[in-house]
């Protein structure tokens, strides 16, 4: 069982940056494949980005590739989603989300646990 939640959301503006933190519970952290994902209103939750057990291999959406870097410190339970230049369209509830394999790791499906989320909202 693995409990999370996410810290870090905001207000901001267009251009702006924000660094949103996810700390798991548990002591088999760095056992499992973390993602982010992110819901807009009236749109369907969507893959962000994933980082594998160790943080050695990362995967991101095409809509965030060199925008959003994810990152762990599996010391501190803790994974983390760098945001920069962000755009209006940013603007969601962002998720963490945990899974103990990397196989499918871009599918809302195939998580088994969640975040309650964080709200992130980019002005123009």
């Known amino acids: 069982q693995v409990q999370l939640v996410e810290s870090g959301g905001g207000l901001v503006q267009a251009g702006g940056s924000l660094r949103l933190s996810c700390a798991a519970s548990?002591?088999?952290?760095?056992?499992?494949?973390m993602g982010w994902f992110r819901q807009a209103p009236g749109k369907e939750r969507e893959f962000v980005a994933a980082?594998?057990?160790?943080?050695?291999?990362?995967y991101y959406a095409d809509s965030v590739k060199g925008q959003f870097t994810i990152s762990r410190d599996n010391a501190k339970n803790t994974v983390y989603l760098q945001m920069n230049s962000l755009k209006p369209e940013d603007t969601a509830v962002y998720y963490c989300?945990?899974?103990?394999?990397?196989?499918?790791?871009?599918?809302?499906?195939?998580?088994?646990?969640w975040g309650r989320g964080t709200q992130v909202t980019v002005s123009s």
């Open positions: 989300a945990a899974r103990p394999d990397w196989s499918n790791f871009q599918f809302v499906y195939a998580y088994d646990y």
């Open positions: 980082i594998n057990w160790s943080g050695g291999s990362s």
């Open positions: 548990g002591r088999t952290f760095s056992s499992y494949v």
